[in-house]
Every structure is written in structure tokens, then in C-alpha cells.
């Protein structure tokens, strides 16, 4: 090849035009266009002209030359038509040579600017031709689509990172927000991302709009979205990373609108007794709207009469209907110390079905008949009407437990039921309450209350009584539900008759078997009792829902569910039950760590877990926080230890929690 012939190669997807100084064998030295001179293999060309250029001149008019050599067959190249050449020869299936193509594409004897200006054209445009320097081959129609659709999408995505990293920027410097459907794109993948990380589905998305925006750290992300006011500095994350909805779909709450209180059929069902004029009290937390049980005592002789009564919610939610397949997508409320998410809607849970003082509500009551040692003597299940007289918080009844008769008496029969429960090995596990607060205003309080209040006691014992006498109803009636069992713990720290110190109590749930769901009724070891289930809490719990369904069932009020069916029931809640679990646990501890924040330096009473290669685990009690504490130096302390702790940094967004000795 001879100096001064012109030629073009390619270099990062792109083609320069560059004259030969110099050729060796197969080694060429050039000097391209932008006056760069470079060694290059004549192998690697992708074209060679006819025309020359004199390397006598100097060298600015010979760049000057390659300059204007690009330029025409660029112009050349943005003329031709592509899409047209391939419907006109895509049928030929076989490759076509330069000489043909650039025949195809101009008109008249092929030139070394034609030629090139074509390569240069299927170089830029692989959408239809599949290309080889100097041979081209018509994709098929289908890899044409797919091109095409690969092409827009790319150029969609360029736009959406242009347009979320100018998002991101203007947010970060407080000025005005661009608006447009590639930034709500751009935001939401960036959301997706912070979520769920390398797992979110437009991950490389997203990191493309931080690159571009002048940042690869995710943390960014929520910075930018609290400035912009897409989330709040409290946002509760975990809502979105479960997909957990706080509202419900419309066509559930146009159901909702269309149920009454006391529907016809439940109203003229001879089946329901009339217990309207026991007198029925409720005690709840305070700010409880949802309420779905009531208990009632009446003397009997030397014995009493009890009543504990349930809102009958299968009586408005239809099994299969259009409530039920969107709360079984729930599988329970959701308590949180900023928010509540309800498992019915509202309406429901707080009105239509809830247990209000004077109001006539359908029932499942259980009646028993317990002596004044706590033993019961009969009991019996059936459907009801009833009226709450007396609507109480926890601390009404503590206040009134000692003046009042019937609460006394039935704190007196819960207390014995206890008794009688621990004696047949009931495990009990006493740790107190830590309720936290969350203000509008976001102020946010922590109170440690006693489980053990008279209220307290009285209302979980007849709910487990309650709960044990349906399993057993169940059982007798042969009918499959939401069973609980629970195989001996893997050991015991204290006897059934001793409360056990905060240490043992805290100590002991690690020991404890995992409770067994399933249709069969069995023992459960940490109650005491030959069968359990739970039904007294059907507008919170769809397991309890459920539970009263296949009561109703065994009343003849409705079809039951078949073993089958309580299997399937156990599956598909498994996750959101699961999901629910986490949510309320995150939330509670978020906001306690929130209140931690500004206790930093500030010391606290711990008590040693256990010793760990690099430092202690210890149980801060004031908030039942188990937490690591490093230690450098020798210390020698023991499980059960007394110390005190300082909190050294409390970061509640990232869950960071670190204290020391002292």
C-alpha cells in the first residue's frame, strides 16, 4: 500500500478517516484527522480508497484534507435510506457484497466516498443488517422487530437517566423540580432501588441516573426523596418493600357501603338467641375502636355462669367474596405506634361489626359454667344477638376491679383458671409492655406498663378459656379449623408455680417449641391445655376468622371449609402473616430508637445475656432492647449480671444501636 493512500478504521465504535505515512508488511503508520498519528495492522481497516492525498503538504492542509474526506461521507451516509434497501432485498437470503450494496444505495459507478459512506451507514444502523466491513447480510423480519423494540428502549432509557439525573440535581440544589413521565419514571425506579438494592428490577437503571447525576451512593436516594416530599424522614419503608396497602380497592368498600349492621338475614335467623339483656362489658386499650368480645358472669347457685361474646364478622364477610379475597391477602391488623392498618376496612372493623356500648350486634358466644376455684363445669357454643352495657379501658377496670362485683369476681375466676392452668404445666412468661407513642406533631413517648394489671390478667385468662372450649367444641363436632399445638419446651428455668426473674422470663422464650398449626386439635404445652385455637379476634385475626367459620358451620349458619382447605388457609398466610410480624416489630423499634436518639450519652441499667467472643450481649430492661456491647480490655462478667450502659449512637432510619460499659 502505498504512502499517502486513504483509509478508514474503527476505534471505540466509532470510524476515522486517516491517510498512510508509511506501510511495512502489514503495518501501517497513519495520521487521522484529528492529527493523531498511530500505528495500525492493514488487516483492521475497514476501507481502503482510490483517491490520495500528497504527504509532501504540510500537515495542517493534509488534516484539513481528512476532514473534508469525513465530512462528504458522512453527508453521503446520512442519505442513504437503509430501512428501503432491506424491504427491497431482505428476502435474499445470503450475504451481499460492498460493490452490490453500493450499487443498491447510489445511483451511477461505485466511488471510494460511496463505498465508504456506506460502511459507515451500516455501521451506525445494525437494526437491519447484520455487518462485516465489506459484506451485509438482511436480517429476518422478526430479528428486525426485535432490534427496533431493543433501539426504542434503549433511547427511552437514555432519556429517563437525562431526565432522573437532572431531577436529582435540581432537588439536591433546592431548585425548581422538572416534571415529566421519564422523571416519575426515573423517581420510582430510584425508590425501587433504595428499597430492594441489586434486587430491584431496574437496578442498572438507577445506578446509570446516580452516575450521571454525580453520585454512585444509594444513601443519596432518600435524601432526595424526603427534599423533594415523594417520602417523609419517617417513611415507613418496610409498607413498600411488602407491598402492604394501608387503603383498600374500591369495589371492597363500595361491598362495605352495602352491609348494615343488622342484615335481614341475620335479623330473622331463628337460629340466634336473644341475649340482649345480659349485661356485657368490654375492656380494651385505650383508643381501641375495633371491638370484637365481650364478657359477661351471672351467679348460678355456688357457681357462675360466664359468657365471653364475639362479634360475629363471618355474618358480614362472605367467605369467597369480594372483602374476603382481599383481606385474606392480609391475614391480620397491623399495630404500629404512627399508624394502624386495619385488616377489614374501617367501617367494618370500627362500626358495622364492632361491639359498640348499646348497639344490637350478632354473636358467637360461648357459655361456662366455672366454680369459684376456676374449674369449668359445662359449656356450650351458640350464635346470639347482644348489647354491650359498659365499655371500659384497662385502667377503668383496674381502678374499679375492687369496688365493682362483676369484675371482681371475674378477675377472682381468671386468676383461679390460671392456677389450675400452671398446675397442669402451664409455662408462663411474664415480661412487661413497652408502649410507645407517636404524637402528631412527632413527638414520641415510652411507657413500660405491667401485663400483669387485674384488667389484664382477667381479659387474656377468658380468652384463653374461651379459645380452649371452641377448640374443644370443634373437636367434638369432628370439624377442622385453625388448631394450635405446642410440644414441651427444650427445657425449664424456673417451675410453673414460680414467676421467674426478667433474666429467666427473657431467657426462657429461647427454649420454647414452635407453636404447630394445622387442622388437628393437639396439646399445647405453654397453656396448659389438651387443644387451643384462637376465634375471639376474628376482626383482627383471619386465622380467628376463619376459626369462627367453621364454628358457624358446626350452628348450621354456613358451609365449613374442609381439612384441605385449612391446609391451603395455613399456605397462602404464611407470607403475609409473615410480612405483618416484621413490619410491626421494625416500626416498634424504629420509633423506640427514635426516642433513643436524643438520649445519647446517657446511661441505663442492662443485665448480661451472655458472653460472646468479642463482648457481651446484654438486655437493657427500661426497653426490652437486647443489644451487643464490644469490649476490648479483659472483663469478667456472667449471665445474669448487673451493669451499666451508656448509649453511644442511636441511628433509627439505619437501625444502628451501639452502648458500652460505664
Not at 426504542?152 to 437525562?162: G, L, P, T
Not at 443519596?220 to 409498607?239: C, H, P, Q, R, Y
Not at 376465634?535 to 381439612?563: H, N, W
Request: net charge negative; hydrophobic share 40%; glycine share 6%.
Amino acid at each position: 500500500m502505498e504512502p499517502g493512500t486513504i483509509v478508514e478504521y474503527i476505534d471505540q465504535q466509532r470510524i476515522f478517516c486517516a491517510v498512510v505515512l508509511e506501510a511495512q508488511d502489514q503495518r501501517l503508520r497513519l495520521l487521522n484527522e484529528n492529527s493523531r498519528e498511530l500505528n495500525h495492522k492493514r488487516a483492521r481497516l475497514s476501507h481502503i480508497s482510490k483517491d490520495k492525498i500528497d504527504i509532501r503538504q504540510d500537515r495542517d492542509h493534509i488534516v484539513d484534507a481528512l476532514k473534508s474526506f469525513a465530512r462528504k461521507r458522512n453527508a453521503l451516509a446520512r442519505s442513504i435510506d437503509i430501512r428501503e434497501i432491506w424491504e427491497a432485498i431482505h428476502a435474499y437470503d445470503e450475504w451481499i457484497d460492498l460493490d452490490s450494496m453500493t450499487g443498491f444505495c447510489f445511483v451511477g459507478e461505485p466511488t471510494s466516498d460511496r463505498e465508504a459512506a456506506v460502511i459507515r451507514a451500516f455501521f451506525e444502523n445494525r437494526i437491519y443488517f447484520k455487518f462485516d466491513n465489506d459484506a451485509f447480510y438482511p436480517h429476518p423480519e422478526t430479528v428486525v422487530e426485535h432490534n427496533i423494540a431493543r433501539q426504542d428502549a434503549e433511547a427511552h432509557q437514555e432519556k429517563v437517566v437525562s431526565a432522573g439525573a437532572a431531577w436529582f440535581q435540581a432537588v439536591m440544589k433546592n431548585e425548581a423540580l422538572p416534571e415529566s413521565e421519564q422523571v416519575d419514571e426515573a423517581v420510582e425506579s430510584l425508590q425501587q432501588y433504595y428499597l430492594f438494592g441489586k434486587d430491584a428490577v431496574n437496578a442498572p437503571l438507577a445506578r446509570s441516573i446516580l452516575k450521571k447525576a454525580g453520585t454512585e451512593n444509594p444513601e443519596t436516594i432518600f435524601s432526595a426523596m424526603v427534599k423533594s416530599g415523594k417520602w417523609s424522614i419517617d417513611e415507613n419503608l418496610d409498607l413498600y418493600r411488602f407491598d402492604i396497602s394501608p387503603g383498600f380497592s374500591e369495589r371492597v368498600m363500595e361491598e362495605t357501603a352495602r352491609i348494615t349492621p343488622l342484615p335481614e338475614h341475620v335479623k330473622s335467623d331463628p337460629k340466634r338467641v336473644d341475649l340482649t339483656g345480659m349485661p356485657l362489658i368490654t375492656i380494651d386499650g385505650y383508643g381501641t375502636m375495633d371491638f370484637d368480645d365481650a364478657l359477661s358472669i351471672e351467679k348460678e347457685g355456688k357457681n357462675y355462669r360466664l359468657g365471653v361474646h364475639v362479634a360475629d364478622v363471618g355474618a358480614y364477610v362472605e367467605k369467597g367474596g369480594e372483602i374476603d379475597r382481599e383481606i385474606i391477602g392480609r391475614g391480620t391488623s397491623i399495630y404500629m405506634p404512627d399508624e394502624k392498618i386495619p385488616m377489614i376496612p374501617t367501617e367494618l372493623a370500627e362500626n358495622t361489626c364492632s361491639l359498640i356500648s348499646g348497639e344490637i350486634r350478632p354473636a358467637i358466644s360461648v357459655m361456662f359454667t366455672v366454680t369459684p376455684a376456676g374449674e369449668v363445669s359445662d359449656s356450650e357454643v351458640l350464635a346470639s344477638f347482644i348489647r354491650v352495657g359498659r365499655q371500659l379501658t384497662y385502667t377503668d377496670a383496674d381502678m374499679m376491679v375492687e369496688d365493682d362485683e362483676q369484675l371482681a369476681i371475674l378477675h377472682e375466676m381468671a386468676c383461679n383458671f390460671r392456677k389450675n392452668r400452671l398446675e397442669q404445666g402451664a409455662l408462663q412468661i411474664l415480661l412487661p409492655e413497652i408502649n410507645v407513642r407517636v404524637f402528631p406533631g412527632g413527638e414520641v413517648t415510652v411507657r413500660t406498663a405491667s401485663r400483669e394489671g387485674p384488667s389484664r390478667i382477667l381479659v387474656s385468662e377468658m380468652m384463653i378459656m374461651a379459645n380452649w372450649l371452641i377448640a374443644r367444641f370443634l373437636s367434638e363436632n369432628n370439624m377442622p379449623a385453625v388448631f394450635r399445638a405446642q410440644p414441651e419446651p427444650k427445657g425449664r428455668l424456673y417451675s410453673s408455680a414460680e414467676e421467674g426473674t426478667l433474666f429467666e422470663n427473657w431467657m426462657q422464650r429461647r427454649l420454647l417449641s414452635r407453636v404447630v398449626l394445622g387442622p388437628d386439635p393437639g396439646p399445647h404445652s405453654g397453656l396448659g391445655l389438651d387443644a387451643y385455637t384462637t376465634a375471639t379476634s376474628p376482626i383482627r385475626k383471619y386465622f380467628d376468622l376463619a376459626t369462627q367459620r367453621q364454628v358457624r358451620a358446626c350452628l348450621g349458619l354456613e358451609e365449613p371449609y374442609a381439612a384441605e382447605e385449612i391446609e391451603w388457609l395455613l399456605q397462602v398466610l404464611k407470607e403475609p402473616l409473615g410480612h405483618a410480624a416484621i413490619v410491626q416489630s421494625r416500626r416498634h423499634r424504629y420509633w423506640l430508637l427514635k426516642y433513643l436518639e436524643k438520649k445519647t450519652g446517657s446511661r441505663a441499667e442492662a443485665i448480661v445475656l451472655e458472653k460472646r467472643k468479642d463482648g457481651y450481649v446484654v438486655l437493657i430492661p427500661e426497653y426490652l432492647l437486647e443489644c451487643k456491647v464490644s469490649v476490648s480490655g479483659q472483663m469478667n462478667l456472667k449471665p445474669k449480671d448487673l451493669v451499666q450502659v451508656t448509649f453511644q449512637h442511636v441511628d433509627a432510619m439505619r437501625d444502628k444501636l451501639t452502648v458500652f460499659f460505664g
